[in-house]
């Protein structure tokens, strides 16, 4: 990147969301997207721990074992 010799990719790499964005997230775990950004945005008129233990629990089902660098 010092060299100036970089290559931008496409924008149909990756997803981005916002974490109160639920369905779109599920979606996105669902599919074969490659990378998700999830922005912890600040919340209105939603309850933060209730978005919270949705968003664990689609987090759980895609990845239910912890990764080797966790461990």
Do not use: A, H, W
Not at 10 to 34: A, P, Q, R
Not at 54 to 63: A, G, I, P, R, V
């Amino acid at each position: 990147m010092e060299d100036g010799n970089t290559i931008p990719l496409s924008t149909k790499f990756g997803t981005y969301t916002t974490v109160s964005e639920l369905s779109k997230i599920k979606k996105c775990l669902e599919s074969k997207t490659k990378v998700l950004c999830i922005n912890d945005v600040k919340l209105k008129n939603v309850d933060l721990e209730d978005t919270k233990r949705q968003l664990d629990t689609l987090l759980q089902s895609k990845f239910p074992n912890k990764s080797s660098f966790e461990k």
